[in-house]
């Protein structure tokens, strides 16, 4: 597939994928919180922007709504409010220190050449130009999935998440011009209510261990006290 | 129709009522309430079904079949026995000041917001409706497993909302891969998740779509149902919550992922020809089976002893809807209903052993039978026929799944029947001395209500002797949907 040989709208939302999976990887390595949530409203806009490309290339409008919905809920509403909670737990200045970095990396790299190997069935049968941004899309959940696994603060695991959440979106988009207007309504309001639930958490696990290190919840397991 | 609406009416309004008044000394009646009318709504709801077969709601919205509205109906009722027992089991939580107003408010709200994600989750004919709802599901009760706010309780929380978020992403990712797959041969934008159109359509779909939808929906949905290796979120949930809450989780929130799962099978199997889905399940549900039955004997927390057995269980149907024959398909639809009911009638007698005993550690839980006999014999019974013992409906399901077993794959009888003798042993050597010998001093007088308990297990007995034909026509029914032929 030659770029040049791809209209304009096409190359714009080839690009953005690329740029969200970018976005992916950033996530991954960054390790001050306030910035962690500014990368992530990032990955939010690029979300939305890509949604609008798609939108005017299939036609579908009802994308609209659902690049709306990002919009609202990802790039403002989330963003928002994971930075009021950690400035009301006092831990916006903190520095996470990333266990192997280099090899999280590595890792993660390897998650994007599974993820082209997975979709390869799908994106045969993609009727978008566009098809390797399933690919992509996959290989964001699975980053989100690696971060939530190698990170310790719970605010960067649901950062992770969130993100996760947000390369099920970009799936949506990409292979099928989003779910039906009546799912999609039901995951936003999902997303919406986990993200409360989780800032509740903080509060929770904060007040009980004095820090929002998951690593310090390890008293449940099987050997007898 | 109305009854349909009626049974999800219930308890969201429940839901939504008991936020504001749930700290109420009444509220525990308003509960019970709320689930009576769900249960006399399932009930009509299901003579419906089985008179004029299935409904179709007018958006489409909604679909129930044989196969769910027995599943309702089961809910409705587990539900209706759990809020009976909850009513004095939380007040003594509240009088030991375990829990405050506030926490009691959310605690009734989020019990009714539970069963109405589980009613709207089985009644639902959208499959991307149904994601929404079993995700919902986890929203409703990760607070109540904190409810405590102790140090465990709350990792408990923590893990079981990320493992069971980051589980369920999966099977969104399988359900957009299913509607991608759909979107091919359907027209339509908004009619590619609706079941009743997907089941007509399912041999044209695109064969490699499809078998990599069903591995990502087998681990997220195998998360909920907690398979082995994904369950590590169910003991740890099971344990520090609220009993009737591991009540309902094990009784009712299990069985709907597993739900979920073989409604997906149903897709993937046409659309493969071949058994891969079945075989995948056999997989995972033998390694469950045997890993929890192993798992038993290093308990030292009684719920969470029961939790493992729980995993045990849902591995054994999980593995017996993958064989997918008529006759372990029909044998699995009723270990659905008998686990269900046995395992929430034993977690609501450890309930009440555990406040009578006043820790859930099983080596400080002695001489139940003499202290309270009708709890002792309780748990003693439950014990019996959820290991499997004659003349308990485990027996007779579990002796369905083995003929089955023996029929499709002789040599898989061997770890099952080694698995099942494991399992035993875990559970006696630990209940064993719970039950007989001597009290500590200690001990304190609760307030118990073991009707739901005794309901609950004459049920299971009565399944056991003798399936109601109405029962067995209707697991019939269930059957030849899912595999095609029935066993009547």
């Known amino acids: 597939m030659l770029i040049a040989s791809l209209s304009m709208p096409e190359q714009v939302t080839l690009t953005l994928s690329a740029l969200?999976?970018?976005?992916?990887?950033?996530?991954?390595?960054?390790?001050?919180?306030?910035?962690?949530?500014?990368?992530?409203?990032?990955?939010?806009?690029?979300?939305?922007?890509?949604?609008?490309?798609?939108?005017?290339?299939?036609?579908?409008?009802?994308?609209?709504?659902?690049?709306?919905?990002?919009?609202?809920?990802?790039?403002?509403?989330?963003?928002?409010?994971?930075?009021?909670?950690?400035?009301?737990?006092?831990?916006?200045r903190e520095v996470e220190v990333l266990v192997k970095p280099s090899l999280v990396m590595l890792f993660g790299g390897g998650l994007v050449l599974f993820s082209y190997y997975v979709s390869l069935p799908i994106t045969e049968l993609s009727l978008l130009s566009t098809r390797n941004t399933i690919a992509i899309s996959l290989a964001v959940v699975l980053i989100g999935m690696l971060m939530i696994i190698s990170r310790r603060k719970a605010v960067s695991q649901v950062i992770g998440f969130m993100s996760m959440e947000n390369g099920l979106f970009f799936a949506a988009v990409v292979s099928t011009f989003g779910m039906p207007m009546v799912v999609e309504l039901g995951i936003a309001f999902d997303v919406l209510v986990a993200v409360i639930l989780f800032g509740v958490f903080f509060f929770h696990i904060r007040t009980e261990i004095g820090s929002l290190d998951t690593d310090r919840l390890n008293r449940l397991n099987e050997v007898d006290k | 129709m109305i009854a349909l609406y009626a049974t999800l009416f219930f308890p969201f309004a429940g839901a939504l009522l008991l936020g504001l008044i749930g700290h109420w000394k009444s509220a525990k009646h308003v509960n019970i309430v709320f689930c009576v009318g769900a249960f006399i709504a399932a009930g009509m709801l299901a003579l419906d079904v089985f008179s004029n077969g299935p409904i179709l709601s007018d958006g489409k919205l909604f679909y129930i079949d044989a196969f769910n509205v027995y599943l309702i109906l089961l809910n409705a009722f587990v539900g209706l026995t759990t809020s009976i027992f909850s009513g004095p089991y939380m007040s003594h939580e509240r009088d030991i000041g375990r829990v405050g107003d506030k926490r009691m408010r959310l605690y009734h709200s989020m019990f009714q917001g539970f069963l109405f994600t589980m009613l709207a989750a089985l009644s639902t004919n959208n499959l991307g409706i149904l994601w929404v709802a079993i995700e919902a599901a986890t929203l409703t009760t990760v607070l109540l497993v904190s409810l405590y706010r102790t140090h465990e309780s709350i990792e408990a929380g923590w893990k079981y909302f990320i493992i069971c978020g980051v589980g369920i992403s999966q099977a969104l990712f399988g359900t957009i891969l299913v509607y991608f797959a759909s979107a091919k041969v359907i027209p339509g934008h908004e009619d590619g998740l609706l079941w009743t159109v997907l089941q007509l359509h399912a041999a044209n779909m695109d064969k490699g779509v499809m078998a990599l939808a069903f591995v990502f929906l087998l681990v997220g949905y195998g998360t909920k149902v907690g398979l082995v290796p994904l369950h590590n979120w169910l003991p740890d949930a099971h344990s520090e919550g609220p009993t009737p809450m591991s009540a309902i989780l094990s009784g009712l929130l299990l069985n709907v992922a597993l739900y979920a799962l073989v409604r997906f099978k149903m897709l993937a199997d046409p659309a493969l020809g071949n058994h891969l889905a079945g075989n995948l399940m056999m997989g995972f549900g033998l390694l469950s089976f045997s890993v929890a039955g192993i798992l038993?004997?290093?308990?030292?927390?009684?719920?969470?002893?029961?939790?493992?057995?729980?995993?045990?269980?849902?591995?054994?149907?999980?593995?017996?809807?993958?064989?997918?024959?008529?006759?372990?398909?029909?044998?699995?639809?009723?270990?659905?209903?008998?686990?269900?009911?046995?395992?929430?009638?034993?977690?609501?007698?450890?309930?009440?052993?555990?406040?009578?005993?006043?820790?859930?550690?099983?080596?400080?839980?002695?001489?139940?039978?003499?202290?309270?006999?009708?709890?002792?014999?309780?748990?003693?019974?439950?014990?019996?026929?959820?290991?499997?013992?004659?003349?308990f409906g485990v027996f007779t399901s579990e002796f369905l799944l083995f003929t089955a077993t023996i029929k499709s794959y002789p040599w898989l009888v061997l770890p099952l029947l080694v698995g099942l003798a494991v399992a035993f042993a875990g559970l006696f050597r630990n209940i064993q001395p719970m039950v007989f010998g001597e009290p500590p001093e200690d001990q304190r007088k609760v307030p118990v209500n073991m009707w739901p308990v005794f309901i609950h297990l004459a049920l299971v007995l009565w399944l056991g002797l003798a399936i109601p034909t109405v029962l067995a026509q209707w697991l019939n029914q269930a059957t030849i949907m899912i595999v095609g032929q029935g066993v009547l």
């Open chain 1, 20 to 92: 969200i999976l970018l976005s992916s990887f950033l996530l991954l390595a960054q390790v001050r919180v306030d910035s962690l949530i500014n990368t992530f409203a990032l990955q939010g806009l690029l979300l939305f922007f890509a949604t609008l490309a798609i939108a005017f290339i299939s036609g579908k409008y009802d994308l609209l709504i659902s690049a709306a919905l990002t919009l609202g809920l990802k790039v403002i509403f989330i963003p928002i409010l994971l930075r009021r909670l950690v400035v009301q737990l006092d831990i916006h």
């Open chain 2, 296 to 391: 038993l004997h290093r308990q030292y927390d009684i719920k969470r002893m029961f939790s493992y057995s729980s995993i045990e269980h849902m591995g054994l149907m999980t593995f017996a809807f993958g064989i997918g024959g008529p006759l372990a398909t029909f044998g699995a639809l009723l270990h659905m209903i008998v686990h269900s009911l046995t395992k929430s009638a034993i977690f609501v007698t450890v309930g009440q052993a555990s406040q009578i005993a006043g820790t859930q550690v099983i080596s400080k839980i002695r001489g139940l039978i003499r202290s309270n006999p009708a709890v002792g014999w309780s748990l003693l019974l439950g014990t019996c026929a959820i290991a499997g013992f004659p003349p």
